[in-house]
Structures are given as C-alpha cells and as structure tokens.
T-cell receptor, first 117, second 113 residues
C-alpha cells in the first residue's frame, strides 16, 4: 500500500525567505505525485502535479517541486514566500488498482506554514 | 473556483441521524471521489464512482454509502451518525484522459452533537 510522509508538522518562515516543504512517499510503481494547499475554512487547491517526464515541475503561485526517485521524495519549493502563502500544504500520491487513468489519493498529514512579516 | 460544487457547506445534526451530502463534478468529468478530513485521521479516501459505477473503495464505513446519478452528480449518505463522524467531507472530480488531476470542492463540514 502507498503512503506519504511529511516530516514537518509546522514550519515558520519570514516573508521573502525561501521555502522547502519535504515529502517522502512509498509506492511500488511510478507514482503520480501532487501538492495541494488548504487555506483555513477552504477546500484543497492543486498547486502542481507530476505524472511523468521532466522531474522538475512548475506550479501555480511560483511554486515548484522536484521528483527524486532515488530518494522517494517530492519536495515543494518557493524562492520567496509571501504572507498570503500561509496555509496548510498536503503532499499526495495517486495510485490506481486497475492501472487506468483514475486513481485514489493518499495524503500526508500536512505541513502548516506560518509566515512572519 | 475548482468547478466542483458541494452542498450544503455546513451540516449540524445529532447522533443516530442520517444525512446526505451532495456533489456536482466539473463539467465533463466522469469520475467523482469522496474524501474525509478529520483531526485524528487526516485526509482519507472513501470511495470513487466513474460514470455511475463504483470504481474503488477505501476506508469507508458500512454505515456510509454513495451513488452517482445519470447526470453525474454524486451523493454520500451517512447513517447512524456517531460523534466520531464529525469531519470535513470533500468531493473531487477528474477527467477520463490520462494525467488528469483531481479537483476538489470546498467541502461539507459535518458536526455531530
């Protein structure tokens, strides 16, 4: 069964500083990987996705993530954090029992990001 | 706006009751997924429907059931509610082609008193 670990429960950074949120996954095949963001009282917004191909993927709001198969990681990065980035971030791996285009997501526990002015 | 619509946004009820949560997927999406987000369990996959048929099942209790109708909207039915069922329930939808991400609605917050 697949699993996702986000080692950091809570991270605090200063506005303008760089950010890296860690994500490690466990899955037997090539994974589908995602980062979602959840603001308080809101739903999950897709930041970026990896299905195949280029291991460095660009997302919305200036975020990027790099898939490293050898480390089973898919860390999220942003060069300069804005106060509006404060939210909870979830890494997820997609797995399909049938091998088709539909898949279920297994989420990590999330990392809460606080941004200091 | 993800294009996925969930109603109601909030639901307050008592133990032992039954509720129905509704989800309208994005236009053209055939797959609907239900997830539960709780403080102790985090985000968990419950069930998936594809074009009216159940496709995959996760950690869904026997007291819970779902269906997808011909117009592709889906309903999640929760019965014999317990305090522990209090959670945020999300619906997501995705397209049929390969490499389609899941897009989530804003969720229904269920509070059991």
């Amino acid at each position: 069964a697949q699993s996702v670990t986000q080692p950091d429960i809570h991270i605090t950074v200063s506005e303008g500083a760089s950010l890296e949120l860690r994500c490690n996954y466990s899955y037997g095949a090539t994974p589908y990987l995602f980062w979602y963001v959840q603001s308080p009282g809101q739903g999950l917004q897709l930041l970026l996705k990896y299905f195949s191909g280029d291991t460095l993927v660009q997302g919305i709001k200036g975020f990027e993530a790099e898939f490293k198969r050898s480390q089973s990681s898919f860390n999220l990065r942003k060069p300069s954090v804005h106060w509006s980035d404060a939210a909870e971030y979830f890494c997820a791996v997609g797995a399909s029992d049938s091998g088709g285009s539909n898949y279920k997501l297994t989420f990590g526990k999330g990392t809460l990001l606080t941004v200091n002015p | 706006d993800s294009g996925v619509t969930q109603t109601p946004k909030h639901l307050i009820t008592a133990t032992g009751q039954r509720v129905t949560l509704r989800c309208s997927p994005r236009s053209g999406d055939l797959s609907v997924y239900w997830y539960q987000q709780s403080l102790d369990q985090g985000l968990q996959f419950l069930i998936q429907y594809y074009n009216g048929e159940e496709r995959a099942k996760g950690n869904i209790l026997e007291r819970f059931s779902a269906q997808q109708f011909p117009d592709l909207h889906s309903e999640l039915n929760l019965s014999s509610l317990e305090l522990g069922d209090s959670a945020l329930y999300f619906c997501a939808s995705s397209g049929d082609r390969a490499n389609q991400p899941q897009h989530f609605g804003d969720g229904t917050r269920l509070s059991i008193l």
